[in-house]
């Protein structure tokens, strides 16, 4: 893969941005055992000061910017376990990262082409 | 000597694992597509398997990027389903084939592949839910199993020929075992969809369905295929459809599609199967 941005908007997952985002990735890690994810709920800040997150990772991780937590090293498959601390479907997820309000994302993302 | 008793391509979408869990099996949403996998599913009890082989990707929950292999082998007596952030699924344990899989370690490192072995691992939605779409919701299940991890995450990821070719192998692991074992091979993942990105919930039905009448039938262009074109056309967790060329590489080339289907979207995700018999 020489060119991992060649497709528009498809972010893939190589050494620069496995890098950027190992911090980030294993802080959401840490939200697969029940003890990770209660010391999350408990105190947030506490629980992401383990973890050596870049100062804009850690806005993106408070403020659920999912399309930022990806621009910056994020790996859905991790960060996902956010989403079962602090409950978001994963449509949200994807509409966000998209730019678009929900209805308009399944609309014309996924509900026009449903029987395509 | 053990036999190959059919190939399974599968996605193992994991809302589908949630579908069934919150009761929604015979929802409107979810009925069409359920029902798509009920021929296969009693071909499959008719035939009664002993292993089920199900190469599949774990999805950041027993690996984490400390550590990536690209290609990995189950050979644990037990596998217990996974905690992926909402606690283990209320499934059964899964009984692993250990012998067979370490005859298949042997096999494979003759054959220069070289994988992790794994004595201890959880196994995530992609083990589980493939297992369920073939044999429902049994108190045990019907067949022992052999994972196969293949890293479709970090990139670099494995090429379709690589797949293809642990197929081939797989195919002579298979029936150099010396039992009269019957063996069902799964390759698991796709259809179409991208979570990541501003292009996410990209899909692609009509790739989709051309890759469900095809290959069976003509899956050279696929084997072919770059990992990019596999990222363009299926989108970026699309290209997890590579693992089914290890389902169909163990195939002989003339085959019988006995059954296929397909469904979009399966929550993001475009989703189907076939099942694939070797001519007699």
């Known amino acids: 893969m020489t060119d991992a941005d060649r497709i528009p908007d498809t972010p893939l997952f190589d050494r620069p941005r496995s890098n950027a985002g190992y911090a980030l990735n294993k802080m959401a890690m840490g939200l697969s055992t029940p003890d990770g994810r209660a010391a999350f709920l408990a105190d947030e800040d506490a629980y992401l000061d383990r973890f050596a997150l870049t100062p804009e990772q850690r806005n993106a991780v408070k403020s659920r910017d999912w399309a930022e937590m990806v621009r910056l090293g994020g790996n859905l498959f991790y960060i996902l376990k956010i989403s079962a601390v602090d409950p978001t479907p994963i449509r949200a997820i994807g509409a966000a990262q998209a730019g678009m309000e929900l209805q308009e994302f399944l609309d014309t993302r996924l509900g026009k082409v449903t029987n395509g | ?280």
């Open chain 2, 1 to 280: 000597m053990a036999k190959l008793l059919a190939g399974l391509g599968t996605s193992h979408v994991p809302s589908i694992a949630a579908a069934l869990d919150k009761g929604l099996r015979d929802s409107a949403e979810w009925k069409p597509f359920f029902d798509g996998y009920i021929p296969a599913q009693k071909w499959v009890a008719d035939h009664k398997p002993d292993i089920a082989v199900v190469v599949y990707n774990d999805h950041g929950n027993s690996f984490f990027l400390d550590r990536v292999p690209t290609l990995a082998l189950g050979v644990a007596e037990n596998y217990r389903p996974a905690d992926e952030g909402w606690g283990p699924r209320a499934v059964p344990d899964f009984q692993g084939a250990d012998d067979f899989a370490w005859h298949l370690a042997d096999r494979m490192v003759e054959g220069h592949f070289d994988p992790l072995i794994c004595r201890e691992l959880d196994v995530d939605h992609g083990l589980q839910v493939p297992m369920e779409l073939v044999f429902g919701r049994p108190e045990a299940w019907p067949v022992k199993v052999v994972p196969i991890l293949i890293n479709t995450i970090q990139y670099p990821i494995p090429t379709p020929q690589r797949m293809w070719d642990l197929g081939r192998l797989l195919r002579r692991a298979i029936e150099s075992y010396p039992t009269d074992e019957k063996v069902l091979v799964m390759g698991t993942g796709g259809l179409s969809h991208q979570l990541q990105g501003a292009r996410a919930g990209f899909i692609n039905p009509t790739a989709d369905r051309e890759w469900i009448a095809r290959i069976g039938s003509d899956p050279e262009r696929y084997r072919t295929m770059s990992r990019e074109d596999y990222v363009e056309e299926f989108g970026s967790e699309g290209a997890e459809l590579i693992m089914w060329l290890v389902m169909r590489g163990c195939m002989d080339e003339t085959v019988n599609t006995l059954f296929d289907h397909y469904f979009a979207p399966a929550s993001m995700t475009g989703a189907g199967m076939v099942l694939l018999e070797n001519m007699r």
